[in-house]
């Protein structure tokens, strides 16, 4: 599963995304990209911090299913999960990333360490 940052470089072909990430996802039987991610996406956008991810906001199902990743949706499992995980950060979009990725068994895709406070599998 891609996190934001992660599904943008890879979107741009930003040498943001490491090697070892690159060759993951190229390698991994199925990759899903999460409505959490779809919500941090436009809301970033929304309020200035992502300006140049309006036509990846505009066109997020299209390049998803063009570059093969499947879509993961939200469910209240994911949200109760996500609030009674008791460690750091309080970044909701972290917390619900992470009960999405361990409650389906995901390895998550990320540069961000927080999510191993969280106890998510990260590839990196």
């Known amino acids: 599963m891609l996190d934001t940052s992660a599904l943008i ?17 190229s390698a991994a039987d199925a990759v899903f990209v999460s409505a959490i991610t779809a919500m941090e996406l ?5 309020i200035g ?7 990846l906001v505009e066109e997020f199902e299209v390049r998803c299913a063009d570059e093969g990743f ?4 939200l469910s209240h499992r994911h949200g109760l999960f996500a609030g009674s995980i008791k460690a750091e ?19 998550l895709v990320s540069s961000d360490t927080a999510f191993d406070a969280l ?3 990260r590839l990196w």
Request: glycine content about 6%.
């Open 9 to 25: 470089w890879w979107a741009n072909d930003s040498p943001q995304l490491t090697l070892t990430a690159r060759n993951g996802i």
């Open 42 to 46: 436009s809301t970033k956008l929304r």
């Open 49 to 55: 911090k992502l300006p140049d991810a309006r036509l």
């Open 70 to 73: 499947g879509l993961l949706p």
């Open 89 to 107: 950060p309080r970044d909701p979009f972290d917390r619900m990333l992470a009960a999405q990725a361990i409650l389906e068994d995901l390895l």
């Open 119 to 121: 106890g998510a599998r």
